[in-house]
């Protein structure tokens, strides 16, 4: 396999986290031990524009301007990192756009982190492409670009030659998946443990309170958010209702009236639902995913799945297809 180089781009007001994460597990993977040399991949920062840099936080970074005449030939990803805004990401656009032919024609992949997918939609490179992004941009994309295949679930999704990434933490994951394309596992792998990623996330198996179904009844809307927000700690629905507003059987009707179920059936049924997701889309055990639910003992987890389902979460794990 032949060592990857990859050219990272930082936006303005550029968010530090996915950044550090994403550079730090190149690092890891580009050298024995700690040592830190540029060995088995190697990398580039640069900016678009000719101001000075800063991150969201204040921070100055010192990075070179990428030319227009860049030689993309043996460049093996451009990652482009997101700013504090899409509007800033959009305004990147007009000065990535003269790159693209050069990308293109280097046949080089296109990695967008979190809200710099603004700029890949605005340049017309995401029509009717499978895409990701932090929860909290994902309505506005969905409102400014509707041609894009929006999944609202997901660390990183890949489409032909761009991938698209929620970014924080999750470019930590995005890296090793990267680097893996291009060498073995187990080096693309290498410090995940020194990063404290003792356990791989699974890309797909993310839910926020953005998954909750849309409900014009204001105190439906906050309950669901309180419910998917607590999806791996439960509070009691007694709470829920408390905090929105309302009795426990004044929720219960506004439930009943919209799902046909009491607040606490409504919501037992979407933690199943996730954990049936889990058992067909992830490695994990049947423990580790009551647990991960907020079930504190796993016996309940199977008993409530198999009343649901009609199935043990073996026999459900066993016939994924059919899911």
Not at 281 to 299: K, N, P
Not at 306 to 312: A, D, H, L, M, S
Request: some cysteine; overall charge positive; hydrophobic content about 40%.
């Amino acid at each position: 396999m032949t060592t990857p180089h990859f050219d990272l781009i930082l936006f303005p007001e550029v968010t530090l986290l996915p950044y550090a994460g994403f550079t730090d597990k190149l690092r890891f993977s580009s050298d024995e031990d700690d040592r830190s040399r540029q060995r088995y991949c190697s990398w580039r920062s640069y900016q678009l524009t000719q101001h000075p840099l800063q991150a969201s936080s204040g921070l100055g970074i010192d990075v070179a301007p990428l030319s227009e005449k860049h030689d993309f030939r043996n460049t093996d990803f451009v990652v482009l990192f997101g700013g504090r805004t899409a509007q800033s990401a959009i305004e990147q656009a007009a000065l990535f756009r003269p790159l693209l032919k050069q990308i293109y024609r280097a046949n080089t992949h296109i990695v967008a982190i979190d809200n710099a997918v603004f700029c890949l939609a605005e340049c017309g490179l995401l029509d009717h492409k499978a895409v990701t992004l932090h929860w909290r941009h994902q309505q506005q994309l969905k409102e400014r670009y509707p041609a894009v295949k929006l999944q609202e679930k997901g660390l990183f999704v890949t489409d032909g030659r761009i991938t698209t990434s929620v970014g924080g933490t999750a470019t930590i994951e995005l890296a090793q998946a990267l680097l893996a394309k291009k060498m073995n596992a187990q080096r693309a792998a290498k410090g995940l443990a020194d990063m404290m990623i003792t356990e791989s996330r699974n890309p797909l198996a993310f839910m926020t309170w953005n998954n909750a179904p849309a409900v014009s009844d204001a105190y439906v809307h906050r309950a669901l958010v309180l419910m998917f927000e607590h999806m791996s700690h439960p509070i009691n629905v007694t709470d829920i209702s408390a905090q929105v507003g309302l009795s426990r059987r004044q929720l219960d009707r506004k439930f009943l009236s919209l799902f046909g179920q009491s607040a606490a059936a409504y919501w037992q049924s979407v933690r199943l639902e996730q954990g049936a997701w889990l058992l067909t889309h992830s490695t994990q055990t049947i423990e580790h995913i009551a647990a991960q639910l907020g079930y504190q003992h796993d016996g309940n987890f199977r008993q409530q799945f198999r009343r649901q389902f009609g199935c043990t979460p073996t026999e459900y794990r066993r016939q994924p297809e059919q899911h």
